[in-house]
């Protein structure tokens, strides 16, 4: 299931690093139409959670500390391939609509309009994919974290094993699928973004994938890499 969140912000002027107050609003959200739901996604721990999304910002400038916007509109479109999760999603949502939700910079959002985005139907083994968020591959170790780009050697290698955890850990699609499943890059991009303070190597761009139908749907649907619930790894096909 894919919605389109469509804002009004009060000012055209957000902070660089936007996905916090972005989170904070779905968090919200979640929280006044069910707390157990919200329990069991928030307060469960470091579970990965089976959903992913996207942020869209009208002609963005980009300054140290925030971005300017070519007017007050930013979408965000989500994504999750479980249905249930997907409708109290978008019922959440709709409980926020119309109504102003403060972020920083003395600014506020307004949601406008919820869409349900048409899904593409995967059968091939082949497809070509656009990263919509940047992908991130992280390996975390008790003392610190490391974020692979494109622009690492290692970083096919470390996509696949955060992949193979990323099924393992949700435990909701056979890790036999990935054995001939391949990522190649086409056009892609290495890219730094800001989370929670910290700059965060990332990658952007085309790539082709190829394997089973059953798990390519799986990502389009679900996002891939790490860090998907927090707006990285959602691709368009």
């Known amino acids: 299931m894919r919605l389109k969140l469509k804002f009004e912000l009060k000012k055209n002027e957000i902070p660089s690093d936007y996905r916090p107050f972005i989170l904070s609003f779905m968090k919200n959200s979640v929280y006044l139409y069910d707390q157990k739901l919200y329990r069991d996604l928030y307060e469960s721990g470091a579970i990965p959670k089976k959903y992913t999304f996207s942020v869209w910002l009208d002609t963005p400038s980009f300054y140290p500390k925030t971005i300017k916007l070519g007017s007050n509109r930013m979408d965000v479109q989500f994504s ?15 409980q ?31 497809i070509l994919a656009r990263f919509i968020s940047p992908l991130v591959v992280r390996s975390h170790t008790k003392h610190r974290d490391f974020y692979y780009s494109i622009a690492h050697p290692e970083f096919n290698e470390e996509l696949m094993r955060i992949l193979h955890y990323q099924l393992e850990i949700l435990n909701d699609m056979p890790l036999s699928l990935l054995e001939d499943f391949c990522i190649e890059p086409v056009k892609p991009q290495k890219t730094v973004v800001q989370f929670y303070g910290q700059h965060v190597e990332a990658t952007l761009g085309t790539f082709r994938m190829e394997g089973n139908p059953v798990l390519l749907d799986y990502f ?18």
């Open 80 to 94: 999750t391939g479980d249905t249930a999760l997907g409708i109290h999603m978008y019922n959440a949502f709709l």
């Open 96 to 126: 926020m609509r119309m109504k102003d939700f403060s972020i920083p910079l003395d600014n506020s959002i307004l949601l406008k309009e919820i869409q349900l985005v048409p899904e593409k139907i995967i059968t091939d083994r082949k």
């Open 220 to 237: 389009y649907k679900q996002g891939l890499g790490s860090r998907r619930s927090s707006g990285f790894g959602m691709i368009s096909v």
